[in-house]
Nanobody
Framework: VQLQASGGGLVQAGASLRLSCAAS????????MGWFRQVPGYEREFVAA????????SYADFVKGRFTISRDNNKNTVYLDMNSLKPEDTAVYYC???????????????WGQGTQVTVSS
């Protein structure tokens, strides 16, 4: 399964963006999916994850209340809605496929190409 993230861009602080992660070459319907981000020189960090059925999600503390992860299994796509963006949200955002249905039991083993999000102050 190949993953392609899109939707990044340059926005001002306080703006919103929606990232999409489209899967091809197979289905992601039965696995947890996650979003991560990385700033050059720093380790990749967890942002959010959603279970296979979209019924349960988890978030890093620094995005709770601002970001929402969702999925449309019919479209083989996962989304990350980002609101109230801050300059410190600037990073390359990656989607990843888990190896289990439930995010808390998953290791994220399949990574897509990232999309750059830049938030100006």
């Amino acid at each position: 399964v190949q993953l392609q993230a899109s939707g990044g861009g340059l926005v001002q602080a306080g703006a919103s963006l929606r990232l999409s992660c489209a899967a091809s070459g197979g289905t992601i319907s039965w696995t947890a999916m996650g979003w991560f981000r990385q700033v050059p020189g720093y380790e990749r960090e967890f942002v959010a994850a959603v279970n296979w059925d979209g019924e349960s999600a988890s978030y890093a503390d620094f995005v709770k209340g601002r970001f929402t992860i969702s999925r449309d299994n019919n479209k083989n796509t996962v989304y990350l809605d980002m609101n109230s963006l801050k300059p410190e949200d600037t990073a390359v955002y990656y989607c990843a496929r888990g190896n289990a249905r439930v995010a808390s039991r998953s290791k994220f083993v399949g990574w897509g190409q990232g999309t750059q999000v830049t938030v100006s102050s």
